[in-house]
């Protein structure tokens, strides 16, 4: 019991010590709040204030700033890595599709050259001409010739000339209704008749087979030198005159024998031949039958 | 099928040796592959079928290249027996001696030929150059194997029927008792 009444008057004790101290502190603040509302003073409380608090605010704010740099090192590079790899994946792949492009529209570039090339010389014949691509060579090593995509149905006959910008490539040699083998004019057995243009001396040239022509019936006494150029003589009908055939490259004068031995250049690229011209003869068919006995 | 199948790879072949190994005209490292199917058909097929298979092979051959009409058939046919002969009368099968012997018997077939038409068609072929052929025949060498092994397998798949003809086949006596 009496231990019981000793607990009651303590416990009252207590509750009364917390009331009176949180009465003295609310009237502290109120005091503080009215002077501070009132002067709007930096007063030494509140410079007390600022010298607890600033320490830490100090070592809080260097800590942040570590852990950015730290986040901004190592964990925002990854994911910068893996942005920058998605769009580095984007802009190679977009490289790619524009390089094709590219290469598209240089290749259609080069084609448009070469056949406003080969236009203006068409437009330069007098003769009518058939365009033909070249779909076929031959694989042998014994012969020289090419198929392309014209034949009879186009007006090509058998012996037409078939050139190309450059100049002679050779002759129609076999035909069917729409393929025609070109015989080269490197081919041996291929025979054209040509004159130098300087000169005038007329000769025949025959194929040897690799990228050099041979002028044959050269006479000794006639001059020639390294850089005549040769052209088509047009006799026989079977060439129109003055078509470029080559250059000549070089000449062998034997102590012996009637003939010069020349060999000529081509003026053909035979390593890049793609579109040719057959040039139709409008006089090839009297030609043909006159031959016939 | 057997036939139909190697006519259409002879085709094949030519077609692709005249267009996508040829860049241009003047192009030294061509692979006469048709020669390979020659040396094949030498070793492997019966003479009937391989003869049905080489007739449209030179015809095509002629036709897309060369001015002088039949001299592949010439080479093709030479190549053939020869090959025939040779490859009956040696003693040993194995593949390690069958392909030198292809190159080799393609240099010679060349050869031959090329003299050949040298004394009945004078002006009309490029002169012979050794070189240029050793590495031609060289080539048809290395290409041997490869194409071979492709060979093998049309003739593999050429044995197989998509109709079961034997099947269907109505047979007249006991099969049992055949069997017996």
Not at chain 1, 262 to 268: F, G, K
Request: include cysteine.
């Amino acid at each position: 019991m009496r231990k019981k009444n000793i607990r009651k008057r303590s416990s009252r004790f207590g509750l009364f010590r917390i009331v009176i101290l949180a009465g003295f502190l609310l009237t502290l603040a109120l005091i503080f709040l009215v002077s501070t509302l009132g002067s709007q003073k930096f007063g030494p409380l509140h410079k007390l204030v600022l010298e607890a608090v600033g320490p830490l605010q100090k070592v809080v704010t260097i800590a942040s700033s570590y852990i950015g740099g730290f986040k901004s090192e190592y964990l925002d590079i990854l994911q910068d890595t893996l942005r920058l790899r998605e769009e580095n994946k984007r802009l190679v792949q977009q490289l790619q599709e524009n390089e094709a492009i590219l290469n598209k529209s240089r290749e259609a570039l080069a084609t448009n050259a070469s056949l406003r090339k080969l236009l203006e010389f068409k437009n330069g014949l007098a003769q009518p001409v058939i365009a033909a691509t070249i779909i076929g060579k031959d694989p042998s090593a014994w012969f020289r010739s090419v198929i392309i995509n014209q034949g009879s149905n186009s007006g090509i006959m058998k012996g037409n000339p078939v050139v190309n910008s450059d100049g002679v490539v050779g002759q129609i040699f076999t035909i069917s209704p729409n393929y025609s083998k070109v015989l080269l004019a490197i081919a041996p057995s291929s025979a054209i008749d040509v004159l130098l243009q300087k000169s005038r001396v007329r000769g025949i040239l025959k194929g040897t087979g690799t990228l050099t022509y041979r002028l044959e019936y050269i006479l000794k006494t006639a001059e020639v030198e390294e850089g005549d150029h040769v052209v088509t003589a047009g006799y026989g009908g079977m060439f129109p005159t003055g078509l470029p055939v080559g250059v000549v490259s070089k000449v062998i004068k034997k102590p012996r024998g009637m003939f010069h031995e020349i060999e000529v250049s081509p003026a053909v690229d035979y390593q890049k031949l793609e579109n040719l011209l057959i040039i139709e003869q409008q006089n090839f068919t009297e030609l043909k039958q006159m031959e016939r006995p | 099928m057997i036939v139909v199948n190697f006519i259409f790879v002879g085709l094949l072949l030519v077609i692709m040796q005249t267009t996508v190994c040829m860049p241009s005209p003047v192009w030294l490292l061509a692979p006469d592959c048709y020669y390979v199917l020659v040396a094949y058909l030498a070793y492997r097929l019966d003479l009937l079928r391989s003869l049905i298979v080489l007739f449209p092979l030179v015809c095509m051959l002629d036709v897309l290249s060369g001015t002088v009409l039949g001299m592949y058939a010439i080479l093709c046919f030479s190549g053939y027996f020869l090959l025939r002969l040779i490859s009956g009368k040696l003693p040993v099968n194995e593949s390690l001696y069958q392909i030198p012997l292809v190159g080799s018997s393609y240099l010679v077939v060349s050869w031959g030929v090329y003299l050949f038409l040298r004394f009945f068609e004078p002006g009309e072929l490029i002169s012979w150059s050794w070189w240029r052929m050793i590495v031609r025949a060289l080539l048809v060498t290395v290409l041997t194997y490869p194409l071979f092994y492709l060979f093998d397998l049309v003739l593999k798949y050429s044995h197989r029927s998509f109709f079961p003809w034997n099947r269907l086949r109505l047979r007249t006596d006991n099969r049992r008792r055949r069997q017996d």
